[in-house]
T-cell receptor, first 112, second 115 residues
Framework: EDKVVQSPLSLVVHEGDTVTLNCSYE??????LLWYKQEKKAPTFLFML????IEKKSGRLSSILDKKELFSILNITATQTGDSAVYLC????????????FGKGTLLTVNP | KAGVTQTPRYLIKTRGQQVTLSCSPI?????VSWYQQTPGQGLQFLFE???????NKGNFPGRFSGRQFSNSRSEMNVSTLELGDSALYLC??????????????FGPGTRLTVT
């Protein structure tokens, strides 16, 4: 059975700190890994990663994938209170009938 | 561009009833995916429709079904509701093919409560 595990489950930091969120996976026929941010509403898409070692960057957020070790990290530098959210990792796997498996998420709280 | 819209936003139903949820994707998007989100199980993929065809399906019983219309709007139906079906149902739209096809935009969700 496909599995996506995120760690830590929750994290509390102060504004300005740098955080690293982890996502490891065990799936059959990996296609891509996606990161989402979910506040008190629907998830918003952050990144899609398909190739190992290529960093995707958007402002203070960046993410990288390691297909050999089967994990990805999401980095947030100079955190702000507006970064407080649940960060979800999902892996798309399979052939023409792909599956999308989500992790349980990491709850990030950024205190002023 | 208008975002993804879902109706209704909130719904209360009784066990054994059936329910239909609706999702209108972003204009030009041909793929609509449905998800169930619960505190215990997190976000789980239900199915995806592309050009009126179910392209992919998650691990849910046959009570969960859907369809997509020629204008890409999609409906999801749950029959014989159970208490465990209480959840936030999210739909997401994407272009569906080609580069960036997996950049999904989520709607606000429909909160279903089964009593």
């Amino acid at each position: 059975e496909d599995k996506v595990v995120q760690s830590p489950l929750s994290l509390v930091v102060h504004e300005g700190d740098t955080v690293t969120l982890n996502c490891s996976y065990e799936v059959t026929n990996f296609r891509s890994l996606l990161w989402y941010k979910q506040e008190k509403k629907a998830p918003t898409f952050l990144f899609m990663l398909t190739s190992s070692g290529i960093e995707k960057k958007s402002g203070r957020l960046s993410s990288i994938l390691d297909k050999k070790e089967l994990f990805s990290i999401l980095n947030i530098t100079a955190t702000q209170t507006g970064d407080s959210a649940v960060y979800l990792c999902a892996v798309r796997s399979g052939g023409s009938n792909y599956k999308l498996t989500f992790g349980k998420g990491t709850l990030l709280t950024v205190n002023p | 561009k208008a975002g993804v819209t879902q109706t209704p936003r909130y719904l209360i139903k009784t066990r054994g009833q059936q329910v239909t949820l609706s999702c209108s994707p972003i204009s030009g998007h041909r793929s609509v995916s449905w998800y169930q989100q619960t505190p215990g199980q997190g976000l789980q993929f239900l199915f995806e429709y592309f050009s009126e065809t179910q392209r992919n399906k998650g691990n849910f019983p046959g009570r969960f079904s859907g369809r997509q219309f020629s204008n890409s709007r999609s409906e999801m139906n749950v029959s014989t509701l159970e208490l465990g079906d209480s959840a936030l149902y999210l739909c997401a739209s994407s272009v569906g093919q080609g580069a960036g096809s997996w950049e999904q935009y989520f709607g606000p969700g429909t909160r279903l409560t089964v009593t």
